[in-house]
């Protein structure tokens, strides 16, 4: 199996090639992540080649990516997901968009998964699908909904590659996952005996991730599946408000944390999505509780910090 993994050196590109079969080729993608090479040899990775390619220029994405051949299968996570950062400069919104386009305009192979975000539903509330008309309202929501179709033009129109899955992503938590991400500041929260917690906004707003390990798992599933062309929402399905969130987690310790509102969420979300699909054409179901993540996370901020 000849496997493309670009954005190999972040939060879901790493876990994901911890997980890969050692005897799968795969060719993985960083920009100016300069702990990729190191974190491969520090994971005994030889079955990973890294690709140093900035996919905002054309001509790094032509000398590269065109140059590999007989690729099976292409998970394609490049993307800024900082939201927050997206909302105050929207300007910088476009270089999603560019990053997809330069890669779809030379990417050859067979299957390509893409890594979308739920977020694309930003504006409506309650249950939503794939079926669902949407009519995103914020930068990021906006980008990942144009690369969709610009995903489905060149498939259907230039067939630069024979089959697709679009994944509506809505996030994971675990290890290597970025400082920003809420996980993290919750258990660092705790693990300094803190007792305030600050939240965005109101804290009313869901949020609905699944440990690092499922979402692998549904990833691989996706990867070995021959159900092809499609566009799913890939979840936990148990949303919780942040507020909520905070509560859970901290009781998994046994803590109490005070929880302060300020200011307003960048990405404020009102809905909700089903894993029925996923559970339905690839068999996947999230295993790992909430609380069984959380702690296996603390276990590991813990042993790192005794290093």
């Known amino acids: 199996m000849n496997v493309l993994v670009t954005g190999a050196s972040g939060f879901i590109g790493r876990n994901l090639l911890l997980a890969f079969p050692r005897d799968w080729n795969v060719f993985g993608t960083y920009n100016t992540n300069n702990t990729f090479e190191d974190f491969l040899r520090e994971k005994n990775l030889s079955n990973v080649t890294p ?11 032509k000398s590269t990516i065109s140059k590999l051949e007989n690729i099976d299968v292409c998970v394609h996570l490049v993307a800024d997901s900082d939201i927050r950062a997206l909302v105050e400069n929207p300007a910088g919104d476009i270089k999603n968009i560019t990053t997809m386009l330069n890669f779809l305009e030379y990417f050859r192979g067979k ?7 739920g977020a694309v539903y930003m504006g409506l509330k309650g249950k939503v699908s794939p079926s669902k008309k949407i009519d995103p309202t914020i930068p990021y929501a906006i980008s990942k909904y144009a690369c ?7 498939h259907k129109e230039k067939k630069t590659f024979d089959d697709y899955v679009i994944l509506r992503f ?21 693990i300094a005996g803190k007792d305030d917690f600050t939240v965005l906004g109101d804290g009313k707003n869901y949020i609905d991730f699944m440990y690092i390990e499922d979402a692998v798992e549904g990833i691989m599933k996706v990867i070995r599946s021959n159900k092809i062309n499609l566009t799913l929402d890939f979840c936990y399905g148990n949303p ?6 905070v509560k859970k987690v901290a009781m998994v310790f046994g803590k109490k944390i005070n929880i302060k509102h300020k200011g307003k969420a960048p990405e ?13 054409l690839f068999g996947f179901i999230p295993k790992i509780s909430l609380e ?5 996370i603390h276990e590991i901020h813990v042993s790192e910090s005794r290093l």
């Open 111 to 117: 299957k390509l998964i893409y890594f979308s975000s």
């Open 51 to 61: 690709i140093k390619c900035d996919f905002t220029r054309a001509s790094d994405v």
């Open 268 to 280: 404020y979300i009102t809905f909700y999505a089903s894993p029925k699909k996923m559970r339905q």
């Open 170 to 190: 809505f996030g994971a938590y675990g290890p290597y996952e970025p400082p920003r991400k809420i996980s993290t500041r919750i258990l660092e929260t705790i």
């Open 148 to 154: 969709e179709q610009y995903l489905k033009f060149y």
């Open 292 to 296: 069984e993540g959380f702690k296996k």
């Open 240 to 245: 919780l408000t942040i507020n909520e969130l």
